[in-house]
C-alpha cells in the first residue's frame, strides 16, 4: 500500500470551512455509531452501510447552519 502525504496551506475562510467540514463529518458518524449500538443493546436489527434509518438528530442542525451561513453571506454582500 502506497500513501502520499501534502501539506496543506489553506486561507483562513478555507481552514474555517475544512473544521466546520470535519466537526459535521464527526457529528453524523457518531449519530450512526450510537444508532448501530442501540439496536444492539436492544436485540435489534443492526443498521448496515447505504440501509435507510431514521434521520440523525443533527442533521436538521447541520441544515439549519448552513441556511444561515448562506443568508448571512448573502447579507453582507
Known amino acids: 500500500m502506497r500513501a502520499d502525504t501534502v501539506l496543506l496551506k489553506p486561507t483562513k475562510e478555507q481552514e474555517q470551512?475544512?473544521?466546520r467540514i470535519a466537526l459535521?463529518?464527526?457529528l453524523l458518524w457518531n449519530e450512526a455509531n450510537y444508532q448501530r449500538r442501540q439496536a444492539f443493546l436492544n436485540k435489534k436489527k443492526i443498521?448496515?452501510?447505504f440501509t435507510p434509518v431514521q434521520p440523525p438528530q443533527t442533521l436538521g442542525k447541520l441544515q439549519g447552519d448552513r441556511h444561515r451561513q448562506r443568508s448571512s453571506c448573502t447579507e453582507k454582500a
Open 17 to 19: 470551512e475544512l473544521e
Open 24 to 26: 459535521h463529518t464527526s
Open 47 to 49: 443498521p448496515q452501510l
